[in-house]
């Protein structure tokens, strides 16, 4: 299970990555998809929503169950991945790779809450 040490986590398993403009994306991590399964179907939030952290925003689904993906800090949507409408199986391919959503921090201090690699490995292995 890849758990890239460049990338913050959250609890509920989304990865985020601080981009050079102060925007930060977001996505599954690889334990997640894992989870789920073969994913048939992706709901991107809207570009221009305000998120709160924790915040339900997207879904993806499997065959075998749909989950919702939250928000890792405030912000505000400025891109969503939209080519997972039509692919959303790439998720499973490279969860680290196929971005859901960009956002706009609130306040980029928020970042400093999230999980390391190293600690969101032991909540993983924790898991197991």
Not at 4 to 11: F, I, S, V
Request: glycine share 6%; aromatic share 8%.
């Amino acid at each position: 299970m890849k758990v890239p040490a460049d990338l913050k986590y959250t609890e509920s398993h989304e990865w985020v990555k601080s981009e050079a403009d102060g925007t930060v994306t977001v996505g599954i991590t690889d334990f997640a998809q894992d989870a789920l399964g073969d994913l048939v179907f992706v709901e991107l939030p809207e570009v221009g929503r305000a998120l709160k952290a924790g915040e339900a925003c997207a879904v993806v689904e499997s065959v075998k169950a749909a989950s919702d993906v939250y928000a890792p800090i405030a912000g505000t949507v400025i891109a969503a991945n939209d080519v997972l409408k039509d692919k959303p199986e790439a998720i499973n391919s490279d969860a680290f790779g196929a971005w859901l959503f960009k956002l706009k921090p609130a306040n980029a201090g928020d970042l400093n809450k999230l999980l390391d690699a190293a600690k969101y490995q032991a909540n993983i292995e924790a898991a197991k």
